[in-house]
């Protein structure tokens, strides 16, 4: 291509303006759209002068543990955007120690830095304060003596702010972004009552999902508590004997080891120990498949729905592409309060397989992928949020990955899954279980739209004084 046929080519000052970078990104990107556009605003600063610190935890070694009071719970570049974190694997106390910028504070904006993803960011919340946290997190600590955290994070996440980190990512295969490529940004200055205002919807956010981990945690104490079950809230399940050598009675359902696990059994008999039902029992007249499989056709997001894969399902806010239901079968979007359980994948402890989410709320505006294995309640006694409260459980966890199937990829197996105990407790209980979960979930997405009013705010701000 000559350069005369060149569109729009690059200008001299342009290479100055970005460190004399040489790859494209910096200049086709909207970053560099979004810095011509704040070179209009009447004040901005840079965020290295509004941050104490920009940094990541450098590279160290991990020596994981089970114990918890061995171990500090361990947040991935992945684990920052999870809803719920109370499954994550933990690091040694001494592997924390003996390296100082890992713990986590609330009020921190997190940027990954380093894959494919990267550019992604997020706000530290309540339920990660002292978390360790990996390198592949970049952490903007505010100078709350110049600017509030929640206004902070807002612009660094809104497009503006997230346009011009993506445009600062270096790397092929491998992607990078560092503190210093970022340091330069223009964070643009408001009234104070406006950043103030952005702030407090920002913190009112992470109270309510705050109250939303909290409240899913209760439901589920509170239903083996009730079921006379105390005992399966601290499973230990790796502190218990290995399946080594043991023997079992093949059965035409299947021979496969794993399905005999005797760690699995005895879970089993102490399910089996209270007044319970199947889950196939309670689903009866419901659901309990995969979802359809389908084309996906890609549509703009103003006709489309969003499309929720097993990853996308467990994230704090949902992301994935846009596709066109009408392109699509019945049967692509859930039920109010269908359990989705993600029900393909690896044995990996930190995979999602087997684990649930719950749909209820604006999550019932989305469309979810066939690797989900849906679970309708066909009995009004049994609702979908008392059943999430039991199958977000450790012990229905271990009892699902026990009835696993397939090679590479596992699948849950058809006739051992609708044999899975569900402890019954009373109507009462049931009730009030159930009441925990729905308000958790209204507190979530309370939150949602105390973040998304947050974001609308700065962008009106900045383009009505940009003009």
């Known amino acids: 291509m000559k350069l005369a046929e060149i569109e729009n080519p690059v200008r001299a000052a342009w290479l100055a303006d970005q460190g004399f970078r040489l790859d494209p990104g910096p200049y086709v990107s909207e970053g560099y759209a979004a810095r011509t556009l704040l070179q209009r605003f009447p004040r901005t600063e840079p965020l290295q002068d509004v941050t104490t610190r920009i940094f990541h935890a450098g590279r160290f070694r991990r020596q994981w543990t089970t114990h918890q009071q061995h171990g500090v719970p361990f947040l991935g570049s992945a684990d920052i955007f999870q809803a719920d974190l109370s499954n994550l694997q933990m690091i040694t106390k001494r592997s924390f120690a003996e390296t100082p910028n890992l713990p986590l504070e609330p009020g921190w904006t997190l940027i990954t830095c380093s894959g494919m993803t990267s550019g992604r960011v997020t706000y530290a919340r309540l339920s990660m304060n002292g978390s360790a946290c990996s390198q592949d997190v970049m952490r903007a600590v505010p100078d709350q003596t110049r600017i509030s955290p929640g206004y902070l994070y807002t612009f660094l996440a809104g497009p503006l702010g997230a346009s011009m980190i993506k445009g600062g990512i270096y790397g092929t295969s491998v992607r990078h972004i560092e503190p210093s490529h970022i340091a330069d940004i223009p964070v643009p200055r408001l009234d104070e009552e406006t950043e103030l205002k952005i702030d407090g919807l920002i913190q009112e956010a992470m109270q309510l999902r705050q109250r939303f981990e909290d409240g899913i945690q209760a439901a589920t104490q509170d239903l083996f508590k009730s079921a006379g079950l105390p005992e399966l809230l601290d499973l230990l399940w790796h502190d218990q004997s290995r399946d080594l ?138 609702p979908g949020a008392y059943l999430f409260a039991f199958l977000r459980s450790e012990a229905a966890f271990r009892m699902l990955r026990s009835m696993s199937v397939g090679g590479k990829q596992q699948d849950i197996h058809p006739e051992l899954r609708v044999e899975l105990p569900v402890p019954v407790c009373t109507a009462s209980d049931r009730e009030r279980i159930a009441e925990t979960v729905r308000q958790a979930y209204q507190d979530r997405d309370q939150a949602d739209r105390k973040e998304d009013l947050a974001f609308a705010l700065l962008d009106e701000a900045v383009r009505e004084a940009a003009r």
């Open 245 to 382: 050598e043991f023997s079992a009675e093949p059965t035409s359902t299947t021979i496969r080891a794993l399905n005999h696990s005797p760690r699995a059994q005895r879970l089993l008999s102490t399910l089996r120990s209270v007044p319970y039902r199947t889950l196939g029992s309670i689903c009866g007249g419901g659901q309990l498949s995969s979802g359809v499989r389908f084309k996906r056709v890609d549509s703009n997001p103003d006709f489309g729905a969003r499309l929720i894969g097993q990853r996308q399902g467990f994230w704090l806010r949902p992301e994935g592409r846009w596709i066109d239901p009408g392109q699509a079968p019945p049967g692509i979007y859930a039920k109010d309060e269908t359990v989705l359980i993600a029900a393909q994948g690896t044995l990996g402890e930190s995979e999602v397989y087997c684990r649930p989410v719950f749909v209820t709320g604006t999550w019932l505006e989305h469309v979810y992928s066939q690797h989900f294995l849906r679970v309708v309640s066909g009995d009004p006694e049994f």
